[in-house]
Protein backbone atom coordinates (compact mmCIF):
# COMPACT_ATOMS: atom_id res chain seq x y z
CA UNK A 1 0.00 0.00 0.00
CA UNK A 2 2.99 2.49 1.23
CA UNK A 3 4.16 1.86 -2.20
CA UNK A 4 1.43 2.61 -4.20
CA UNK A 5 0.98 5.96 -2.78
CA UNK A 6 4.34 6.89 -3.33
CA UNK A 7 3.34 5.62 -7.22
CA UNK A 8 0.09 7.59 -7.07
CA UNK A 9 1.48 11.01 -5.97
CA UNK A 10 4.34 10.37 -8.65
CA UNK A 11 1.54 10.26 -11.39
CA UNK A 12 -0.01 13.08 -9.71
CA UNK A 13 3.01 15.43 -9.60
CA UNK A 14 3.65 14.53 -13.54
CA UNK A 15 -0.17 15.19 -14.40
CA UNK A 16 -0.40 18.12 -12.13
CA UNK A 17 2.53 20.29 -13.65
CA UNK A 18 1.91 19.37 -17.16
CA UNK A 19 -1.64 20.10 -16.72
CA UNK A 20 -0.91 23.51 -15.96
CA UNK A 21 1.89 23.95 -18.64
CA UNK A 22 -0.96 22.77 -20.70
CA UNK A 23 -3.62 25.68 -19.28
CA UNK A 24 -0.94 27.77 -20.29
CA UNK A 25 -0.32 26.74 -23.71
CA UNK A 26 3.60 26.47 -23.27
CA UNK A 27 4.85 27.53 -26.54
CA UNK A 28 7.48 24.57 -26.85
CA UNK A 29 4.77 22.35 -27.32
CA UNK A 30 2.59 23.46 -29.52
CA UNK A 31 5.45 21.01 -32.39
CA UNK A 32 4.35 18.24 -30.73
CA UNK A 33 0.67 18.83 -32.08
CA UNK A 34 1.63 20.57 -35.21
CA UNK A 35 4.24 17.27 -35.78
CA UNK A 36 0.94 14.81 -35.71
CA UNK A 37 -1.35 17.22 -38.23
CA UNK A 38 -2.94 20.15 -36.08
CA UNK A 39 -2.73 23.55 -36.95
CA UNK A 40 -1.18 25.96 -34.61
CA UNK A 41 -4.54 27.40 -34.61
CA UNK A 42 -6.12 24.25 -33.07
CA UNK A 43 -3.08 23.34 -31.18
CA UNK A 44 -3.41 26.26 -28.90
CA UNK A 45 -7.22 25.78 -28.63
CA UNK A 46 -6.10 21.90 -27.71
CA UNK A 47 -3.92 22.78 -25.17
CA UNK A 48 -5.77 23.82 -22.57
CA UNK A 49 -8.54 20.94 -23.09
CA UNK A 50 -4.78 18.53 -22.46
CA UNK A 51 -4.59 20.67 -19.36
CA UNK A 52 -7.89 20.12 -17.90
CA UNK A 53 -7.64 16.37 -18.59
CA UNK A 54 -4.38 16.13 -17.33
CA UNK A 55 -5.54 17.87 -14.06
CA UNK A 56 -8.57 15.62 -14.13
CA UNK A 57 -6.46 12.40 -14.40
CA UNK A 58 -3.63 13.74 -11.39
CA UNK A 59 -6.60 14.66 -9.16
CA UNK A 60 -8.25 11.33 -10.16
CA UNK A 61 -4.57 9.58 -9.40
CA UNK A 62 -4.63 10.20 -5.54
CA UNK A 63 -8.10 10.33 -4.79
CA UNK A 64 -10.04 7.60 -6.96
CA UNK A 65 -6.84 5.59 -7.97
CA UNK A 66 -8.74 3.22 -10.65
CA UNK A 67 -6.85 1.64 -13.41
CA UNK A 68 -8.05 3.59 -16.34
CA UNK A 69 -6.75 6.31 -15.04
CA UNK A 70 -2.93 4.88 -15.05
CA UNK A 71 -3.68 3.20 -18.04
CA UNK A 72 -4.34 6.56 -19.39
CA UNK A 73 -1.66 7.97 -18.16
CA UNK A 74 0.95 5.52 -19.13
CA UNK A 75 -0.22 5.74 -22.78
CA UNK A 76 -0.07 9.84 -22.29
CA UNK A 77 3.00 9.94 -20.66
CA UNK A 78 4.74 7.39 -23.54
CA UNK A 79 3.02 9.14 -26.33
CA UNK A 80 4.83 12.44 -25.00
CA UNK A 81 7.93 10.92 -24.45
CA UNK A 82 8.33 9.55 -27.82
CA UNK A 83 7.26 12.65 -29.39
CA UNK A 84 10.12 14.05 -28.35
CA UNK A 85 12.70 12.47 -30.89
CA UNK A 86 10.16 12.43 -33.29
CA UNK A 87 10.06 16.47 -33.52
CA UNK A 88 13.87 16.54 -33.33
CA UNK A 89 14.82 16.88 -29.89
CA UNK A 90 17.64 14.65 -28.83
CA UNK A 91 16.63 11.12 -27.66
CA UNK A 92 17.99 12.14 -24.18
CA UNK A 93 14.88 14.05 -23.99
CA UNK A 94 12.60 10.65 -24.27
CA UNK A 95 15.07 8.58 -21.93
CA UNK A 96 14.95 11.62 -19.26
CA UNK A 97 11.23 11.44 -19.02
CA UNK A 98 11.20 7.59 -18.52
CA UNK A 99 9.88 8.03 -15.35
CA UNK A 100 6.94 9.79 -16.35
CA UNK A 101 5.62 6.50 -17.75
CA UNK A 102 6.97 4.26 -16.05
CA UNK A 103 5.39 5.15 -12.61
CA UNK A 104 1.85 4.66 -14.04
CA UNK A 105 2.88 1.75 -15.26
CA UNK A 106 4.54 0.25 -12.31
CA UNK A 107 0.85 1.00 -10.69
CA UNK A 108 -1.29 -1.02 -13.55
CA UNK A 109 1.22 -3.89 -12.34
CA UNK A 110 0.55 -3.25 -8.91
CA UNK A 111 -3.24 -2.90 -9.07
CA UNK A 112 -3.43 -5.64 -11.57
CA UNK A 113 -3.95 -5.85 -15.52
CA UNK A 114 -8.00 -5.66 -15.14
CA UNK A 115 -9.75 -8.65 -16.78
CA UNK A 116 -12.85 -6.82 -18.03
CA UNK A 117 -14.15 -3.50 -18.77
CA UNK A 118 -15.42 -3.41 -15.26
CA UNK A 119 -12.78 -3.49 -13.54
CA UNK A 120 -11.06 -0.32 -15.58
CA UNK A 121 -13.05 1.56 -12.78
CA UNK A 122 -11.96 -0.25 -9.46
Do not use: C
Amino acid sequence: MQIQWILRIGVFGTFLGHGVFALSVKPGWIVFLTTVGFSTEIAMKLMPLIGVIDLIIASLAIVRPMRFVFIYAFIWALATAIMRPVVGLPVWDFVERTANWAVPLAMIFSLGWPRNWRELFK
